[in-house]
């Protein structure tokens, strides 16, 4: 009998965006183990560095003991830091690497140096459309938020876990079937239309989005949360070092 992967979320993804200073780029980075492997699904931005850190000694996780780092797309918050796990092999998709390769240094959230060494990198094996490339673990395009992103489907018996990364990045994209930030919006609208056929198809299945929090559906077929949000700020507008504030992000009554 298979034994079911462990899986758990290191850093909670946040649906928000910044005003003045660009996107925020807290995306979620999931924790997988299981079938003989260590598995990082998605690695997050630069500034999410010492988070990881510390959620993986949490876990009691060595950085030379992830096995595997799975990424939904090349995004800058998804990707920069598979460099941090020297002995991981890096699966990406492979129209998302034709795409992302080919794009020259703009205003964009694409990481060109990262990408350039994941071309070149032999580490990396690229993935395709309905492969089970890891066991119990099958890709599936969902383009849109760009041309080569993947959802992730992970069969664990009893139900699955779903990926969708930014192919359906907040509950908010998934109840309204529309999503901002995206290169081609009708292909999108495709897109989560899958996203909610696979999520549908296995009754107690989860889905862990880009940016937002882990959910489970009710009995209405309602994306309802599976724990708490923890986000927030600490500002220091004050004179000394010692008075800070703290900017709660985890309600939106608080900040309405």
Not at 69 to 77: E, G, R
Not at 89 to 100: P, Q, T
Not at 213 to 235: K, N, S
Request: net charge negative; with cysteine.
């Amino acid at each position: 009998m298979t034994i079911p992967y462990q899986i758990d979320v290191l850093i909670q993804g946040f649906p928000g965006r910044g005003v003045c200073h660009g996107g925020l780029g807290w995306s979620t980075v999931t924790l997988i183990q299981g079938q003989g492997r260590t598995i990082l699904l998605d690695v997050g931005a630069f500034g999410m560095r010492k988070p990881i850190e510390k959620s993986l000694k949490e876990h009691q996780v060595l950085p030379s003991e992830v096995t595997d780092v799975i990424l939904t797309h090349a995004h800058y918050d998804h990707i920069v830091n598979f460099t941090l796990f020297p002995n991981a092999k890096i699966w990406i998709g492979d129209v998302e690497m034709k795409w992302a390769i080919q794009q020259e240094p703009g205003f964009n959230p694409i990481p060109e140096l990262y990408v350039q060494e994941l071309e070149h990198s032999s580490r990396v094996t690229r993935v395709v459309d309905q492969e089970e490339f890891l066991p119990g673990i099958t890709a599936y395009a969902v383009p849109g938020h760009t041309p080569g992103h993947l959802l992730f489907v992970l069969n664990n018996g009893t139900h699955d876990v779903l990926f969708s990364g930014d192919a359906a990045k907040n509950r908010a994209e998934l109840l309204s079937r529309k999503v901002i930030d995206t290169d081609d919006a009708k292909e999108s609208a495709r897109s989560i239309e899958l996203i909610w056929d696979k999520w549908l198809s296995k009754p107690g299945s989860i889905l862990i989005p880009g940016h937002d929090l882990t959910m489970v559906l009710d009995q209405h077929h309602q994306p309802i949360y599976i724990g708490e949000r923890a986000a927030g700020i600490r500002t220091w507008f004050s004179e000394t070092v010692e008075d800070s504030e703290l900017i709660d992000l985890t309600s939106e009554s608080k900040n309405s």
